[in-house]
């Protein structure tokens, strides 16, 4: 009985946190997502709290009650903070080669290692760390 206490104790704040705040949209999160919070490494502009990423999430919110479509969103943060705003880069010029690279190396792989380091690998991962 008292792991089950234990475990809604620890699982109840998780599930509360997935829903949106009540006061703006999920479309708003869900278009946030997509975009990096100018400020903070490593985090979209809907998972962050600060001031510039509330400040995108108004904007995103007003943006889509005036009729303003996804892309145009979007486009109006790329044009603010440029291309590296979006998670995922555009697929052209410069960034095209972020998705073809993993793709050309797949395809055109060197040959095997020689047999020599494949087994002076697995020895060396046999060996206990010092």
Do not use: H
Not at 1 to 12: D, E, G, P, Q, S
Not at 17 to 25: H, I, Y
Not at 55 to 64: D, G, K, Q
């Amino acid at each position: 009985m008292r792991w089950v206490v234990l475990l809604m104790a620890f699982l109840l704040p998780a599930l509360a946190q997935e829903a949106p705040p009540p006061d703006l949209p999920p479309e708003v999160f869900r278009i946030a997502r997509e975009l990096r919070c100018p400020v903070c490494q490593g985090e979209s502009a809907a998972e962050s709290n600060s001031g510039v990423a509330v400040e995108m999430r108004r904007i995103i919110a007003e943006m889509l009650q005036e009729g303003k479509t996804e892309e145009e969103i979007k486009a109006f943060f790329v044009e603010r903070y440029g291309e590296w705003i979006l998670y995922a880069p555009p697929r052209r010029g410069v960034t095209l080669w972020v998705w073809v690279l993993p793709v050309l190396g797949l395809l055109f792989r060197p040959k095997p290692l020689p047999k020599e380091l494949l087994e002076e690998a697995e020895r060396r991962l046999k060996e206990p760390p010092r």
